[in-house]
Structure formats: C-alpha cells, structure tokens
C-alpha cells in the first residue's frame, strides 16, 4: 500500500526485454533489499537484485500491457515510492500501485504558479471511477482531480509536485500510468453484488 507521495525520482539504467514477452529493468535509486516492494511511476515492483544504488525488477507481460513501463529506455525518469510502514503520514491517499490503465498527457497550460495538466484515457471504461474532487494516482502521485469529461480529467500541479516528480520532463503525447481510487472500485463490486 501506497500513498502517492512521490519519495524521490530514479533514473532508468538499463532495460532487459525477455524475447517472449516481460522485461527486466534496473533503476538507479537508493539502496534496498531483494524482496523489498518499490513503487515506480505507481507500479508495486519487487527488488530482484541490487548493486549499490542499482535496483533490478522484473515486469511480467501483462504489466508492460497495462502501465507505461514496456517504453521506458535507459536514461528516463520515473517516480520511486516506498510502502507505507504502521508509523507513516497518509499525506495523499490510499495507493495500491495496482495501475488500471494509462492516458496521454494532452494539455499543460499555466496559471498563476501552477499548472493545469489535462489527461485523456486510453481505455474511456475507467473514467466512471474517477469524479471531480476525488482522488487520482498519474504515475504514482496522488492528485485531486479538478474536471472530467467523458474521456478526460484535468488536475491542477503545484511548484513542488512540478519539481520532485517526473512530470516536468513529460511532453505532449507522454503515456502515464493511471490507478482509480480503489473506493470507487468497491462501492461498484458492492452495488453489483446487492442487485
């Protein structure tokens, strides 16, 4: 379990694709132990390996299918969050790092000392789970949404967010990962269930 707070940025060492499908990639990041979960750009990953600051994950195919992690190359910038401990702030809001789908990054406009980011989903199915004022993970960071329409969302960036995560090094057209708040999921299965 996650919440979104970005803890630092990572960069991507190398990327290893296995011939029949899946990947290994090694992210340069702060020391952790093999077994260790580590969210990157909102995906849980566990630590396979590591050498120093170099950490080695393995992404099945059907996580390279549902997140943007299948087009990272050596040298690109991905958000790290470790799990919750029992002691942690829950500063954002509960993140699983189970990504539902992905979106493009189609507007950044400025205003005042933020910006307005507008996202369109790749897959319009997910968008019932996501409401104005409710709670979004873009790449593992918790954000409010602010609009919705019927295949995209906007969310408002503040400076802080802009500098530690890697938003600012993403371009028109940029694939992130997109995790709905899993309390929207519930309130679906239950309603389903009861009728």
Same mark, same amino acid.
């Given at each position: 379990?996650?919440?979104?707070? %970005?803890?630092?940025?990572?960069?991507?060492?190398?990327?290893?694709?296995? !011939?029949?499908?899946?990947?290994?990639?090694?992210?340069?990041?702060?020391?952790?132990?093999?077994?260790?979960?580590?969210?990157?750009?909102?995906?849980? +990953?566990?630590?396979?390996?590591?050498?120093?600051?170099?950490?080695?994950?393995?992404?099945?195919?059907?996580?390279?299918?549902?997140?943007?992690?299948?087009?990272?190359? !050596?040298?690109?910038?991905?958000?790290?969050?470790?799990?919750?401990?029992?002691?942690?702030?829950?500063?954002?809001?509960?993140?699983?790092?189970?990504?539902?789908?992905?979106?493009?990054?189609?507007?950044?406009?400025?205003?005042?000392?933020?910006?307005? +980011?507008?996202?369109?989903?790749?897959?319009?199915?997910?968008?019932?789970? %996501?409401?104005?004022?409710?709670?979004?993970?873009?790449?593992?960071?918790?954000?409010?949404?602010?609009?919705?329409?019927?295949?995209?969302?906007?969310?408002?960036? %503040?400076?802080?967010?802009?500098?530690?995560?890697?938003?600012?090094?993403?371009?028109?057209?940029?694939?992130?990962? %997109?995790?709905?708040?899993?309390?929207?999921?519930?309130?679906?299965?239950?309603?389903?269930?009861?009728?």
């Amino acid at each position: 379990m996650f919440t979104g707070i %970005i803890e630092a940025t990572g960069v991507v060492h190398s990327v290893h694709r296995h !011939p029949e499908g899946g990947a290994r990639f090694v992210i340069r990041a702060f020391p952790m132990a093999v077994g260790e979960s580590l969210a990157i750009n909102g995906t849980c +990953l566990t630590v396979q390996h590591t050498e120093g600051d170099l950490l080695a994950f393995d992404a099945v195919p059907e996580t390279l299918r549902r997140t943007n992690l299948g087009e990272l190359q !050596p040298g690109d910038i991905v958000n790290l969050e470790r799990p919750l401990t029992p002691q942690s702030r829950l500063g954002g809001h509960f993140v699983q790092g189970h990504v539902d789908t992905t979106a493009r990054l189609v507007e950044i406009r400025e205003e005042g000392n933020g910006r307005i +980011l507008k996202f369109q989903l790749d897959d319009p199915y997910y968008m019932r789970y %996501i409401v104005p004022k409710g709670s979004i993970a873009v790449d593992g960071i918790s954000l409010t949404v602010v609009d919705v329409n019927d295949d995209w969302f906007t969310v408002w960036i %503040i400076p802080h967010t802009w500098q530690v995560t890697n938003l600012s090094h993403k371009a028109l057209g940029a694939r992130v990962n %997109i995790e709905t708040d899993i309390l929207a999921r519930y309130v679906e299965r239950l309603l389903q269930t009861r009728g």
